[in-house]
């Protein structure tokens, strides 16, 4: 069924696509913003995200799009700038961007203490949830976000169910399959029936992505690296502005220094040692031709065996996906690949080319800049050259799929200098907007052979599946679909009975006070 699906989405993408131009676009187009209008035409995953939510219905897929693009329009979403929010909102740090939850996903922070509820401002502070989502949604393309509802000091004053519907609102209509979960902390027993009410806008389909969390248990979703204190975490950050919380990427370890000799030594050894193990992927030919090399006995220079881990590199420099952006191609596109602690970590590659005519300034900053020394991470790539980067897990500490990578990149004059003091004047002259960046995600192989980029493998091992992984896999698909579609069940009986205790308890109001002055 899902091979069938996956086989069909070309089909029910152009489908959407050819229906809203003629059924919609036709007689609406000037409720819709043309560059919207026109990202639906060239976006296959944001028609796709639109057909997963409405379950692969086209007609249901059209209705949210309509609803979506008017809102869009509406709240000129394209145009939303920092300019376009008053500073007070900013300053006041209620609604930001920071951290990740155990799973990767990035944390949206709402401190619900911060809002009161007032009818003068709620159109700005609409506009802020819309800003930093719409923001997020530019950068990251598709990938989730974890909502942290903090309810701690809330009061009275803070509960605005319409500010609440428009949040549910943004990721069940104007932003679906963004969102991965809601934790909602420290909720006051006084909130409990609004909360109620939250559930039924939700829908069933959401309603188990609700998470009802204390100071005991929100370290099952938050590790305390991104908990503030209050929630019992040990995260330092406190926000400010200006400027925007800048997802929170900051220069790693060991930029542009040299590698201990040691280091460098075992990294030589790494790299002659995985070349080797890495034949298995080759074909013979390569084989008979490397083992040759590596078979030298013959005592050589430094220079030469530096040369030689150079062309083991360049021989096995074959990613298996490309960034291509403006500026640089980046491999791999998405994920850096390590080895389990198991199997020893492995140290990463990244591989940036430049598709200019001009020499390109490059950064490398991360989440986690005590974990990883990069090498380079602050240089600069000549007009049609490739650059290695070398990624390695720092002091013995262990690779996160929470950790993130963020790439820079901006074009220099001919006539700029290329060494650290001018890269340094350089990047603190250049604008903002003329800067290219790309963000790359950490993943551990657990298995003792990487599937995909390392450098120890670099792109060869990409196994296949086998048939019974596949099948478990499907027999786990299968189960999971049978446990929703009980909560969804459980929950509509649910909804059924506190709708008929409402209405009885309604009844009996009426007949009281019927009865009282009869």
């Avoid at 080895?339 to 940036?352: Q, R, Y």
């Avoid at 900053?365 to 990624?391: L, M």
Wanted: glycine share 4%; proline share 5%.
């Amino acid at each position: 069924m899902a091979e069938y699906q996956a086989q069909n989405k070309p089909k029910l993408i152009a489908d959407v696509r050819r229906r809203f131009e003629a059924e919609y676009v036709a007689d609406k187009s000037d409720k819709y913003d043309p560059r919207d209008v026109e990202r639906l035409q060239q976006d296959d995953n944001w028609v796709e995200s639109y057909l997963c939510w409405r379950h692969n219905i086209v007609d249901e897929t059209l209705k949210m799009l309509d609803e979506s693009f008017q809102w869009r329009k509406e709240m000129s979403v394209n145009d939303l700038t920092e300019a376009s929010i008053p500073r007070w909102l900013l300053e006041i740090g209620g609604i930001y961007l920071h951290g990740y939850d155990k799973e990767g996903n990035k944390l949206f922070w709402i401190r619900v203490k911060y809002h009161i509820k007032d009818h003068k401002t709620i159109l700005d502070k609409k506009k802020l949830i819309a800003f930093w989502l719409e923001r997020y949604a530019k950068r990251e393309n598709g990938k989730p976000v974890t909502v942290m509802f903090d309810l701690s000091e809330t009061g009275i004053n803070s509960i605005d169910m319409d500010f609440v519907r428009f949040i549910i609102n943004c990721f069940k209509v104007y932003y679906p399959k963004y969102l991965s979960k809601m934790v909602i902390f420290d909720m006051p027993w006084i909130m409990n029936a609004a909360f109620k009410i939250v559930k039924s806008w939700l829908g069933p389909e959401a309603v188990s992505l609700l998470k009802f969390t204390t100071k005991n248990d929100v370290q099952d979703y938050v590790s305390v690296e991104y908990l503030p204190p209050h929630m019992g975490g040990s995260d330092p950050f406190k926000y400010s502005y200006p400027p925007l919380v800048d997802d929170d990427f900051q220069t790693p370890l060991c930029e542009n220094g040299p590698i201990a000799s040691e280091d460098e030594a075992s990294s030589k050894e790494d790299l002659e040692s995985d070349g080797k193990e890495s034949l298995e992927t080759v074909s013979n030919e390569e084989q008979a031709a490397f083992l040759k090399k590596s078979n030298v006995t013959e005592p050589t220079s430094k220079a030469e065996e530096s040369e030689k881990v150079d062309s083991i590199m360049r021989a096995f420099k074959k990613p298996l996906s490309v960034f291509k952006g403006p500026l640089l191609h980046i491999s791999p596109a998405e994920e850096l690949y390590f080895g389990s602690t198991e199997s020893g970590e492995k140290k990463a590659l990244i591989v940036l080319t430049n598709v200019t005519k001009n020499i390109v300034a490059f950064k490398v900053r991360t989440t986690a800049p005590e974990k990883y020394r990069v090498k380079p991470s602050n240089s600069s790539c000549d007009p049609g050259a490739s650059i290695d980067i070398v990624v390695s897990p720092h002091g013995g500490l262990t690779v996160s799929a929470q950790d993130r990578f963020l790439i820079m990149a901006a074009e220099m004059e001919q006539s700029s200098g290329t060494g650290q003091t001018e890269l340094t004047q350089f990047w603190k002259e250049v604008p903002r907007n003329k800067v290219m960046e790309h963000r790359l995600r950490c993943h551990i192989v657990e298995s003792s052979k990487p599937t995909t980029l390392t450098l120890k493998d670099h792109a060869f091992n990409m196994s296949d599946k086998t048939n019974e992984d596949l099948f478990l896999q499907l027999n786990r698909l299968l189960e999971s679909n049978r446990k929703l579609e009980d909560q969804v069940q459980r929950c509509v009986w649910f909804q059924q009975l506190l709708l008929s205790l409402t209405v009885l308890s309604l009844a009996f109001v009426i007949s009281f006070f019927y009865l009282l002055y009869s």
